[in-house]
């Protein structure tokens, strides 16, 4: 590892095998966490490359511990997170609206690692217990249209560095990552990203896949529609600016996004849009991003329709009723 540091310092770049070797150690766990730290931190020093960007990918990929859902046509709605903005659980919020509005949703996540509260932490703390039993999530799949996977159970290297990104507590390229491993292997995906470079990337990348896919970044920096300014959307054959009120919404401000900064604060905002009581700034992000997804995973579907089918999703109590009844299964 000494090697590939000094070589890394020298500010060169690694092929995609050699990226996909190097992370494949680490999933190993051949590496101490001072070298992982070390090579982690390489990477917030100077832009990933897209040739390192998928060798880390193949790496979790070949290693995950694979869940088989083929039976389903599933969608995920994951960010890379990493924006540095600690709003509260908006994609996974929007994926409980996108299973209310009759998808099948299999949410990929994981502790949080540079904000407040992670996907996991919610779910958890709602009571959700994390398994990588196949029949299990198939089962909640068929019965209330959504399972959520937590990314340490599946995949080694995840839990092999997880405390090194508590440690740190920075975006790294494991949140890059995140979204393009789920183990479940979705035929659809929305993906928020932190910048318009990583949009390009995963925007390459996903070409040479055959999955359905959206890749959102708001130009202000969120890696999910904020409805604090214009965003990017990207697709097979989508690359176009939006803005608010291309949803037919308000404009609001960062500070109406926010997350209390700990789980028990921003779990109770949860449950708050879930149950109704919801503030509009809220409201309007969630149904926004679950509109996009609505949209991706009904591709006959408007965007004028989509919106419509969040809304009657959210503030119709279809949301809750499947939140409630998947919770009920633990």
Same mark, same amino acid.
């Given at each position: %590892?000494?090697? &590939? #540091?000094?070589?890394?310092?020298?500010?060169?770049? #690694?092929s995609r095998q050699e990226a996909e070797d190097i992370l494949?150690? &680490?999933?190993?766990?051949?590496? *101490?966490? *001072?070298? =992982?730290? +070390?090579f982690i931190t390489v990477f917030n020093m100077r832009t990933i490359s897209i040739n390192e960007l998928e060798g880390f990918r193949n790496a979790l990929l070949k290693t995950a511990i694979r869940v088989d859902l083929s039976?389903?046509?599933?969608?995920?709605?994951c960010g890379t997170g990493g924006d540095?903005? !600690?709003?509260?659980? =908006?994609?996974?919020? *929007?994926?409980?609206?996108? +299973?209310?509005?009759?998808?099948?949703? +299999?949410?990929?996540?994981?502790?949080a690692a540079s904000s407040g509260c992670g996907s996991s932490n919610v779910m958890e703390y709602h009571g959700y217990k994390f398994s990588n039993d196949h029949d299990r999530l198939r089962t909640e799949l068929d019965r209330c249209g959504i399972t959520f996977l937590h990314a340490p159970l599946f995949n080694p290297a995840m839990k092999n560095v997880a405390h090194v990104r508590r440690?740190?507590? &920075?975006?790294?390229?494991?949140? %890059? #990552?995140?979204? %393009?491993?789920?183990?479940?292997?979705? /035929?659809?995906q929305v993906v928020g990203v932190f910048s318009l470079e990583l949009a390009r990337m995963y925007n390459?990348?996903? /070409?040479?896949? !055959?999955?359905?896919?959206?890749? &959102?970044?708001s130009l202000d920096g969120y890696d999910e529609i904020s409805l604090t300014g214009d965003f990017k959307v990207l697709g097979y054959k989508t690359d176009q600016i939006? *803005?608010?009120?291309?949803?037919? %919404?308000?404009?609001?401000?960062?500070?109406? #996004? +926010?997350?209390?900064? !700990?789980?028990?604060?921003?779990?109770?905002?949860?449950t708050n849009v879930l149950e109704g009581r919801g503030t509009a700034a809220q409201n309007s992000v969630v149904i926004s991003n679950a509109a996009m997804a609505i949209k991706t995973y009904f591709p006959g579907m408007s965007l004028e329709q989509a919106v419509e089918q969040a809304k009657s999703s959210l503030l119709g109590g279809k949301a809750l009723n499947v939140f409630t009844k998947l919770i009920s299964m633990q």
């Open positions: %590892m000494r090697e &590939i #540091l000094n070589y890394l310092f020298e500010h060169k770049r #690694l494949t150690e &680490i999933t190993a766990g051949k590496l *101490s966490d *001072s070298e =992982i730290a +070390a039976g389903f046509n599933t969608i995920d709605l540095g903005k !600690d709003t509260f659980n =908006i994609s996974t919020l *929007s994926a409980f609206v996108v +299973a209310g509005a009759g998808a099948t949703v +299999a949410k990929h996540g994981n502790y440690a740190l507590r &920075i975006k790294t390229f494991f949140n %890059m #990552l995140g979204p %393009m491993v789920n183990p479940g292997r979705p /035929q659809n390459y990348l996903y /070409q040479k896949s !055959d999955v359905n896919y959206c890749i &959102i970044h939006l *803005s608010p009120l291309s949803l037919g %919404m308000d404009t609001f401000k960062a500070v109406e #996004l +926010a997350g209390s900064g !700990d789980v028990p604060g921003t779990a109770a905002i949860f």
